[in-house]
T-cell receptor, first 114, second 115 residues
């Protein structure tokens, strides 16, 4: 079946602009995660959605970052007023449930802020 | 706080030989899971192998096996009969059982398999 998809694959934006990154999880997966991968910080957890529960936003680095998940499926990560330090690869993953289940990753969105 | 440490930024191995990647971790949890993920240049993270902390038996998946030393908090990955397609970044990761399961990653080891 189809894996996790993310769009766009690459995004170049000017400092101060807002960007939206999209994630389509595997159908039926109830858990969805966003991670950020940067040279300086490695892989960092950003936010977690599980079903209809309130998301765990504990990993979001600032209030410029937000995410939503509509209908328990597609998720959008929004970064407002982008800064150069936001440049990174943003990875989305989904799984059948939280905790022990294998997380399936998408190919990521490479964001470059100029 | 939970941490994962990979002390080998880069490694290389000849095709068909065996290589071991190191990983140590720290957690106060009793119920947790450990993973090795592979990330080729395509950026797609692929699960290589997983280990439940409550299991004493080391996990194996074809040419991939782990040496899980719970007391030492060590979780190394052994790749046997290395293939050119094994060239990738390898990340060790930890997830707490019973929580939302977000992964804590190490910094990664870049493995190059040479012909």
């Amino acid at each position: 079946g189809a894996g996790v998809s993310q769009s766009p694959s690459n995004k170049v934006t000017e400092k101060g602009k807002d960007v939206e990154l999209r994630c389509d999880p595997i159908s039926g997966h109830t858990a969805l995660y966003w991670y950020r991968q940067s040279l300086g910080q490695g892989l960092e957890f950003l936010i977690y959605f599980q079903g209809n529960s309130a998301p765990d936003k504990s990993g979001l680095p600032s209030d410029r970052f937000s995410a939503e998940r509509t209908g328990g499926s597609v998720s959008t990560l929004t970064i407002q007023r982008t800064q150069q330090e936001d440049s990174a690869v943003y990875l989305c993953a989904s799984s059948w449930g939280s905790g022990t289940y294998e997380q399936y990753f998408g190919p990521g969105t490479r964001l470059t802020v100029t | 706080a939970q941490t994962v440490t990979q002390s080998q930024p880069e490694m290389s191995v000849q095709e068909a030989e065996t290589v071991t990647l190191s990983c140590t971790y720290d957690t106060s949890e009793n119920n947790y899971y450990l993973f090795w993920y592979k990330q080729p240049p395509s950026r797609q993270m692929i699960l290589v192998i997983r280990q439940e902390a409550y299991k004493q038996q080391n996990a194996t998946e074809n040419r991939f096996s782990v040496n899980f030393q719970k007391a030492a908090k060590s979780f190394s990955l052994k790749i046997s009969d290395s293939q050119l397609g094994d060239t990738a970044m390898y990340f060790c990761a930890l997830a707490s059982g019973g929580s939302q399961g977000n992964l804590i990653f190490g910094k990664g080891t870049k493995l190059s398999v040479k012909p």
